[in-house]
């Protein structure tokens, strides 16, 4: 049986259809009717040959919801028929990394979408232990979405160790700050603030309950400082990448304050250990990626609506090369503002 799948030929070129066999599954895998498979600013790095993309062509993809179209011999918690969302790390489940509960380090791990046939595609074959049920209520759309930006969202405020009652401040509130702010809100906290310079975003942020601290109207730890009576916060989440919020984020902390660093850069920024650190006993944390054991708790989150994803998703389009493209040039253009889902089966 063929389907259709649009791949990555060569880095910096657009990506194509191809007609390619549907995969076969082992005893132990799904395969899975796609139904959803949002476009991610990762891809538009993929395409671009930003980040390396292997072996050639490659389906990307790695935001995926579906249903259960076939299911191998061994698969006990799925059978045919079951709506899923799809975990993006295809993990070992047997090696030193992922018993200890740390499969974002799998000594042989690869992300779909990345290293592994991807959901831009009308099926994926994938280990049936990386499928979720995604209950009735949640769109397939929406199980896509959110099986990246707000998993890594919930990963930033575990490793933060976010207890209810403390205060959060949010340093970017992009798709994955307005997750944040509601899974932090989910979790207990007090009050969260949220720090960005654009407006627009910051009014979305509060309707979502969070106080908006715009940082180009005024420095954003003295804010944070004025509104905490000086206290500073428990957690501060840096989700941008850029040294000037991480500084910021850092300096903002309360004494036995964490912050969670998401966003990516190679560039450094500098501390002052005594002042900042020491003296505030205060913790620098990395976040990479995140675990399939949280999904559950995720799903569950938006299944109650304590994570409103409704708003997220800008436009749905068909499983066309053309608009995947168009959608991947606005990504290069706009950024996280656009959020396209893929309907290979019609909307
Ligand atoms: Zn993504
Ligand atoms: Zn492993």
């Known amino acids: 049986m063929k389907m259709k799948a649009v791949r990555l030929i060569e880095p910096g070129c657009p990506l194509e259809m191809q007609e390619i066999d549907v995969p076969q599954i082992g005893p132990r895998d799904v395969l899975v009717r796609v139904e959803a498979a949002s476009i991610c600013h990762s891809d538009a790095h993929y395409r671009a040959g930003v980040s390396p993309v292997y072996p050639l062509p490659m389906t990307l993809g790695h935001e995926v919801a579906g249903v259960v179209e076939q299911a191998g011999a061994d698969v006990a918690k799925l059978k045919v028929g079951d709506r899923v969302c799809l975990h993006y790390m295809v993990t070992c489940g047997d090696c030193e990394y992922c018993n200890q509960g740390r499969e974002q ?103 979502f309950g969070a106080v908006p601290v715009n940082a180009k ?28 919020t991480m500084d910021r984020a850092f300096r903002s902390l309360a004494v036995f304050g964490r912050v969670a660093i998401a966003g990516l850069t190679d560039r450094t920024f500098e501390i002052a250990p005594y002042r900042d650190l020491l003296n505030r006993e205060a913790e620098i944390i990395g976040v990479s990626d995140h675990l399939a054991e949280e999904l559950p708790l995720l799903i569950e989150f938006v299944c109650r609506g304590q994570l409103d994803l409704s708003d997220v998703i800008t436009e749905t389009v068909d499983l066309d090369a053309g608009a995947i493209n168009d959608a991947l040039d606005q990504l290069d253009e706009f950024g996280d503002k656009v959020r396209v889902v893929i309907a290979p089966f019609g909307h």
């Open 217 to 244: 109207k005024a420095d954003p730890v003295g804010e944070i400082r004025r509104l905490t009576g000086g206290r500073g916060v428990d957690v501060a989440l840096e989700l941008i990448g850029l040294p000037l």
């Open 105 to 207: 380090f799998c000594t042989s791990g690869k992300m779909i979408g990345k290293y592994r046939d991807g959901g831009y595609a009308e099926y994926i074959a994938i280990p049936a232990r990386s499928a979720f049920v995604l209950p009735d209520e949640i769109p397939f759309a929406q199980g896509a979405v959110m099986m990246c930006s707000s998993s890594t969202s919930l990963h930033a405020i575990n490793k933060a160790r976010l207890q209810p009652g403390e205060t959060v401040a949010v340093f970017g509130v992009g798709g994955l700050g307005m997750s944040a702010i509601q899974l932090a809100q989910a979790y207990g906290a007090l009050r969260v603030y949220a720090v960005d310079i654009n407006p627009v975003k910051l009014e979305k942020a509060e309707r």
